[in-house]
């Protein structure tokens, strides 16, 4: 723990909020029992600052990430799910802070895990404690507070190769994740899983755009040719933390889906969310990265960059972009039914359940071959 504390000791214990950190008011942050957490935190040798509030960051849909201060003056990330019922396998704590604790020996842009909490008495619900990393996320369609120009754009391209390549270069058994997952049978198995969500949303019913996907997807044989890797299962740009001065990756972030199978599964991840000036409006409202602006590889030519960068061949890439824009589709619909059953009050789900039926008619697209 005291490298993850060191270079916030220096601040001393006046330092004020990081810079470039954004916080929600401590008003719309999503309140927590901190006393209880508290107390916790003290027994394992993670005391907080009494002189600071903890303060939930801004942006994200999902899990509760709050800033901490720490009793010697470090800074840290308190990390939970979201309140409601949970997804299968998602919002996984345990299984984050088991990747975490691990994969900072190999991998630098990885925030080390300091604790897990897996007692949901303490909190209301598992939670870890995380290395704080100062960076900026770019998050939505807007590349602010970077400039908006073409270099911009070219360089993020290729650092979301870069770091994706890097990912997969991890030797999972040196840093004891050799058994994560189950790479066998990934394919047909994470289809199963997004097509029962989908009924399952639906109670039983689906749409005639899932239906011929899952029509497309029950034909297609598991595929084979590239050696399973060490995957994020959720690899998009704000998920990686950058210093905006030299445009360098200082962190990669939100592994509670971490896994092991085909790295194609990764990429295409990417690419789901990897939105082009042609695009349908579906993906343009998708907002989730700003690569319809200019300098932004297309999306064809991110797949061909990441493939010279890793020696791996993309010949079985397509039904990992049918496989990934089926489960975007269905995250939409998930959140939409939170919000439909009163789990959130956040206007910002209300239209996704529209879109994610035009995510699912645009997923029918690559099906039969009109988009990349």
């Not at 993670?46 to 600071?52: E, I, K, N, R, T």
């Not at 960059?305 to 039904?319: E, S």
């Amino acid at each position: 723990m005291s490298e993850a504390r060191s270079e916030a000791r220096a601040a001393g214990p006046s330092a004020a909020v990081p810079a470039g950190v954004a916080l929600r008011g401590a008003q719309e942050s999503r309140p927590q029992d901190w006393g209880a957490i508290s107390r916790h935190l003290a027994g394992v040798g993670l005391a907080l600052d009494p002189g600071m509030a903890p303060r939930q960051f801004a942006g994200g849909l999902a899990n509760l990430n709050y800033l901490l201060r720490l009793a010697d003056g470090g800074w840290a990330v308190l990390r939970r799910p979201p309140d409601g019922p949970l997804p299968p396998g998602a919002h996984d704590m345990a299984r984050e802070h088991r990747i975490l604790s691990r994969l900072w020996r190999a991998l630098p842009l990885a925030p080390r895990s300091l604790h897990l909490c897996a007692d949901a008495a303490v909190a209301g619900a598992p939670f870890q404690i995380l290395e704080f990393r100062a960076g900026i996320a770019i998050r939505g369609d807007s590349l602010a507070p970077l400039d908006e120009s073409a270099q911009t754009g070219a360089r993020l391209s290729a650092l979301l190769v870069e770091t994706l390549a890097a990912i997969h270069a991890v030797d999972a058994d040196a840093v004891g994740l050799g058994d994560l997952g189950r790479p066998t049978g990934f394919f047909a198995r994470t289809a199963h899983g997004w097509l029962t969500r989908a009924a399952r949303i639906g109670d039983g019913a689906v749409s005639p755009a899932v239906r011929a996907i899952a029509r497309w997807l029950e034909q297609v044989r598991e595929p084979a040719g590239n050696a399973p890797t060490l995957l994020h299962n959720d690899f998009k740009l704000d998920n990686m933390l950058l210093d905006p001065t030299r445009l360098t990756p200082v962190a990669v972030v939100d592994w509670d889906m971490g896994t092991r199978g085909d790295p194609l599964f990764d990429l295409a991840t990417l690419l789901s969310y990897w939105t082009e000036p042609g695009d349908p409006g579906c993906m343009h409202r998708l907002a989730q990265m700003p690569t319809a602006k200019a300098g932004f590889a297309s999306r064809e030519q991110v797949a061909l960059a990441y493939a010279r960068a890793t020696g791996r061949t993309l010949d079985a890439l397509k039904p990992y972009r049918v496989l990934t824009m089926l489960k975007l589709g269905v995250v939409f619909h998930q959140l939409h039914a939170r919000y439909r059953a009163g789990e959130t009050s956040d206007a910002r789900y209300a239209p996704f359940g529209v879109l994610g039926d035009e995510l699912l008619d645009f997923t029918l697209d690559i099906v039969n071959d009109k988009i990349f």
